[in-house]
């Protein structure tokens, strides 16, 4: 299994600002991805951070608005930019232990952010 | 496309009581992957479970035991003698062969155990 570790694990942002959350794997991983969980919904996948290229985003989330890093395979950055109340979510990251071989899919504890 | 449903979206039961959480699942894959997660209140998600479509046997862990039956599509979760510790939202996740990018999860099942 993979330990993985998400920093903040909360904060309260003012809007109009932006929050960089970090991700470390204690593993190099090929896969990382970020969700977004809203307040009592479910995950929605953000996007995929590939390693030496541009995140992989899902439909309804832009570069601009999240971008990504993925420096090397046991870190990655999301970055929520100009934050709105709206972005008051839990934000996780998550990794697949075998490539593209559908493995386990372990989660961070998650990065609760509350936009004022 | 792919679908999962949780129906039960709250479940109280007292303490040492069993309980069932549903989890009935499409997908036109032939070849795909059901996992359950548990998200206490500090938010993280704790993985319970994978298991592959081709592997139909109900598995057991202790107090939790899977009942997956591929002619109904359901995946469903019992704990038996429910705990305090139990309390936590419960959520379902399909994942086809076609890899992570394509999970989707259950809207979740919000259990509580009362004392």
């Known amino acids: 299994s993979a330990v993985i570790s998400q920093k903040p694990s909360r904060d309260i942002c003012q809007r109009g600002t932006s929050l960089t959350i970090q991700c470390q794997v204690d593993s190099q991983v090929t896969m990382m991805f970020w969700y977004r969980q809203q307040p009592g919904q479910s995950l929605t996948l953000i996007a995929t951070?590939?390693?030496?290229?541009?995140?992989?985003?899902e439909s309804g989330f832009v570069i601009d608005k999240f971008p990504i890093s993925r420096p090397n395979l046991t870190f990655s950055t999301l970055t929520v930019s100009n934050m709105s109340p709206e972005d008051s979510s839990i934000y996780l990251c998550?990794?697949?232990?075998?490539?593209?071989?559908?493995?386990?899919?372990?989660f961070g504890e998650g990065s609760r952010l509350t936009v004022l | 496309a792919q679908k999962v449903t949780q129906a039960q979206t709250e479940i109280s039961v007292v303490e040492k009581e069993d309980v069932t959480l549903d989890c009935v699942y499409e997908?036109?894959?032939?070849?795909?992957?059901l996992f359950w997660y548990k998200q206490p209140p500090s938010g993280e998600l704790v993985f319970l479970i994978r298991?592959?479509?081709?592997?139909?046997q109900n598995e057991i862990s202790g107090r939790y035991s899977w009942n997956f039956q591929k002619s109904t599509s359901s995946f469903n979760f019992t704990i038996t003698a429910s705990q305090v510790v139990d309390s936590a939202v419960y959520f379902c996740?399909?994942?086809?062969?076609?890899?992570?990018?394509?999970?989707?999860f259950g809207t979740g099942t919000k259990l509580q155990v009362i004392p």
């Open positions: 997908t036109r894959d032939t070849t795909y992957y």
């Open positions: 298991r592959n479509s081709f592997d139909e």
């Open positions: 998550s990794v697949g232990d075998r490539g593209r071989d559908t493995g386990e899919l372990f």
């Open positions: 996740a399909l994942v086809p062969s076609g890899g992570y990018q394509k999970v989707t």
């Open positions: 951070a590939n390693q030496g290229s541009e995140a992989t985003y």
